[in-house]
């Protein structure tokens, strides 16, 4: 189980990115569109086009860590974007992080 940083803000990106994109890219990418500092320790979700992988980045302090996951077979169903916000049930969030899913 991966396990975001107590207290740490999480903001997932609505549109999807181009999976190419390195943790580098992908923080100068949450600065411009989600107007986060991607150094400040909050959680970034960005997810494919076909949104069945998943990448996360997050600062520990000491560097950019970033996580890439692929969502298995229809396991998790994203809800819809209403507003220009997609909000997440805390079991559906549990559920991106889950291993075993």
């Not at 994109?21 to 909050?42: I, M, N, R, T, Y």
């Not at 076909?50 to 298995?72: F, P, T």
Request: charged share 20%.
């Amino acid at each position: 189980m991966i396990t975001p940083p107590s207290g740490a803000r999480i903001l997932l990106a609505t549109q999807p990115v181009d999976f190419r994109k390195g943790a580098h890219s992908l923080a100068a990418l949450a600065a411009e569109v989600l107007g986060a500092d991607p150094f400040s320790g909050a959680v970034l979700v960005f997810r494919s086009r076909r949104a069945d992988r998943v990448k996360i980045l997050v600062w520990d302090g000491s560097g950019l860590v970033l996580v890439w996951k692929q969502l298995e077979g229809g396991a998790f169903r994203w809800p819809p974007v209403v507003d220009g916000v997609l909000r997440l049930t805390p079991v559906e969030f549990a559920a991106l992080f889950d291993t075993a899913r």
